[in-house]
């Protein structure tokens, strides 16, 4: 039968129905969403969102986007009266996109929306490394008031007999006799509302990397990159098509991701030039430099390219590296001071 949910008070030992309207009655589904983007733990668990109200030609306007701890994805669709067969439909049918999305557009959509790289929001969120992005490692989550029988035997159908990750939340709005409002949630498929770990694509290899700057032409520039792996410590990962990682710590313990190389060229530049990037405000918490200081130094480089959320820089020559990394290296041996102060 359809999912409810019933809300009483106890008022002096006494059972009492909470006054209740269905959440569409007191509140708009805009409403409702907005206390999820504040507070996604509501759904059950820890969720950083990623993207909002983002419109998919040919499917609709996704309400919400998130990732969990493991790096699975979690598209969120909210209801916000009676959800239909038709709405789980929909949801699929996100499901159908983001299945067949690439890493790196789910990459940009999240940097639009955060205003800074993901792997270091997901950092502070998680206090873990970002794992790779896989848009196959991705569940659904149906948010409404309530779930019609239909809805509710095709969630559970999908869920138990195929292990399709979907569950539908559901919040009932009361509100008790002293004028105080409260909301109450329920899950439809408890086991899966977990956080599941699934195995990731494996990490690009050292000759990976460097095969790739041989092909774009880079590798000597690269190598000079490479000598911050002697202060912060160096990661293979797949961002942005490839790219080395550089990783420091804070006064605090906490580990910032300092500067990359995007070996794979994935922002374009012409081939024998290479896109490096620097998140001046984690190389500040580590360095104890003022990150409006690393901005400007960076930008009387004259190797800037965008500086709005990461200082993206290209470099075309390794003596334009040598003139970074020398740089850097000052910056590195300020946070080896700071951190053991």
Same mark, same amino acid.
């Given at each position: 039968?359809?999912?409810?949910?019933?809300?009483?008070?106890?008022?002096?030992?006494? &059972?009492?129905?909470?006054?209740?309207?269905?959440?569409?009655?007191?509140?708009?589904?805009?409403?409702?969403?907005?206390?999820?983007?504040?507070?996604?733990?509501?759904?059950? #668990?820890?969720?950083?969102?990623?993207? @909002?109200?983002?419109?998919?030609?040919?499917?609709?306007? &996704?309400?919400?986007?998130?990732?969990?701890?493991?790096?699975?994805?979690?598209?969120?669709?909210?209801?916000?009266? &009676?959800?239909?067969?038709?709405?789980?439909?929909?949801?699929?049918?996100?499901?159908?996109? *983001?299945? +067949?999305?690439?890493?790196?557009?789910?990459?940009?959509?999240?940097?639009?929306?955060?205003?800074?790289?993901?792997?270091?929001?997901? %950092?502070?969120?998680?206090?873990?490394?970002?794992?790779?992005?896989?848009?196959?490692?991705? @569940?659904?989550?149906?948010?409404?008031?309530?779930?019609?029988?239909?809805?509710?035997?095709?969630?559970?159908?999908?869920?138990?007999?195929?292990?399709?990750?979907?569950?539908?939340?559901?919040?009932?709005?009361?509100?008790?006799?002293? =004028?105080?409002? $409260?909301? #109450?949630?329920?899950?439809?498929?408890?086991?899966?509302? @977990?956080?599941?770990?699934?195995?990731?694509?494996?990490?690009?290899?050292?000759?990976?990397?460097?095969?790739?700057?041989?092909?774009?032409?880079?590798?000597?520039?690269?190598?000079?990159? /490479?000598?911050? @792996?002697?202060?912060? /410590?160096?990661?293979?990962?797949?961002?942005? =098509?490839? +790219?080395? /990682?550089?990783?420091?710590?804070?006064?605090?313990? #906490?580990?910032?991701?300092?500067?990359?190389?995007?070996?794979?060229?994935?922002?374009?530049?012409?081939?024998?030039?290479?896109?490096?990037? $620097?998140?001046?405000? +984690?190389?500040?918490?580590? +360095?104890?430099?003022?990150?409006?200081?690393? /901005?400007?130094?960076?930008?009387?480089?004259?190797?800037?390219?965008?500086?709005?959320?990461?200082?993206? %820089?290209?470099?075309?020559?390794?003596?334009?590296?040598?003139?970074?990394?020398?740089? *850097?290296?000052?910056?590195?041996?300020?946070? #080896?001071?700071?951190?053991?102060?």
């Amino acid at each position: 039968m359809a999912t409810t949910i019933k809300v009483w008070e106890i008022a002096g030992g006494v &059972l009492k129905p909470a006054v209740s309207d269905d959440l569409a009655m007191a509140h708009v589904e805009a409403e409702l969403e907005s206390w999820i983007t504040q507070n996604p733990e509501v759904l059950g #668990a820890k969720i950083l969102l990623i993207d @909002r109200q983002r419109e998919i030609a040919g499917v609709g306007r &996704l309400d919400l986007l998130g990732i969990d701890e493991s790096g699975s994805l979690v598209i969120i669709e909210l209801k916000r009266d &009676l959800t239909s067969r038709e709405a789980v439909a929909q949801a699929l049918d996100y499901a159908a996109w *983001l299945d +067949s999305e690439s890493a790196e557009t789910i990459a940009e959509f999240a940097q639009q929306f955060l205003k800074r790289p993901l792997a270091d929001a997901f %950092l502070e969120t998680f206090q873990t490394e970002l794992p790779d992005l896989i848009c196959q490692n991705h @569940r659904v989550l149906l948010v409404a008031a309530r779930l019609d029988a239909s809805a509710e035997r095709i969630i559970n159908y999908l869920a138990e007999r195929y292990g399709v990750e979907i569950n539908a939340v559901f919040f009932k709005y009361s509100k008790l006799s002293d =004028g105080k409002e $409260i909301l #109450a949630r329920s899950i439809l498929v408890e086991d899966t509302i @977990r956080t599941t770990s699934k195995p990731t694509r494996k990490h690009p290899s050292l000759d990976q990397l460097l095969s790739m700057a041989d092909e774009r032409m880079t590798r000597h520039v690269v190598e000079v990159c /490479r000598e911050m @792996r002697h202060a912060w /410590r160096e990661t293979c990962r797949w961002t942005y =098509g490839g +790219s080395f /990682r550089y990783w420091a710590d804070t006064p605090s313990g #906490a580990e910032r991701m300092v500067f990359g190389v995007n070996v794979a060229g994935n922002a374009a530049p012409p081939r024998g030039e290479l896109g490096v990037w $620097i998140p001046a405000k +984690s190389l500040s918490e580590s +360095s104890g430099v003022p990150e409006a200081e690393i /901005r400007s130094v960076l930008t009387n480089t004259q190797l800037v390219r965008s500086m709005a959320y990461d200082c993206w %820089l290209r470099l075309k020559s390794p003596e334009d590296a040598e003139k970074l990394i020398a740089q *850097l290296q000052h910056w590195a041996s300020q946070a #080896a001071k700071t951190v053991h102060a």
